[in-house]
């Protein structure tokens, strides 16, 4: 099976930074994404950043140039670096990873419990 861990969320003035990890740990050799969502409250979960298996990033068009996602393959921690943040930010950022199913051509996605990150002065 595959668990995914996150940390990093809290509570940050608005223009400041906060940095978002992921551990994973399981079966992910064959893993086809991780990414970042997040959900507002009242709002459906939406993808904040992905990064593929080849390293391709992409990007929800609300952070783009403001946070970056990247990935250590040695500690299978994936990491989302986030600046300029804005009230609008606020929300909890759930990590992802999607992965082949065996003998099919769909992907499985596996979560994180979420953290809270919170823009407010």
């Known amino acids: 099976q595959v668990q995914l861990v996150e940390s990093g969320g809290g509570l940050v003035q608005p223009g400041g930074s906060l940095r978002l990890s992921c551990a994973i740990s399981?079966?992910?050799?064959?893993?086809?994404?991780m990414g970042w969502y997040r959900q507002a409250p009242g709002k459906q979960r939406k993808l904040v950043a992905t990064i593929t298996r080849g390293g391709s990033t992409n990007y929800d068009d609300s952070v783009k140039g403001r946070f970056t996602i990247s990935r250590d393959n040695a500690k299978n921690t994936v990491y989302l670096q986030m600046t300029s943040l804005k009230p609008e930010d606020t929300a909890v950022y759930s990590c992802n990873l999607k992965r082949p199913r065996v003998f099919s051509p769909s992907v499985e996605d596996f979560w994180g419990q979420g953290t809270q990150v919170t823009v407010s002065s």
């Open positions: 399981g079966s992910i050799l064959s893993f086809v994404s």
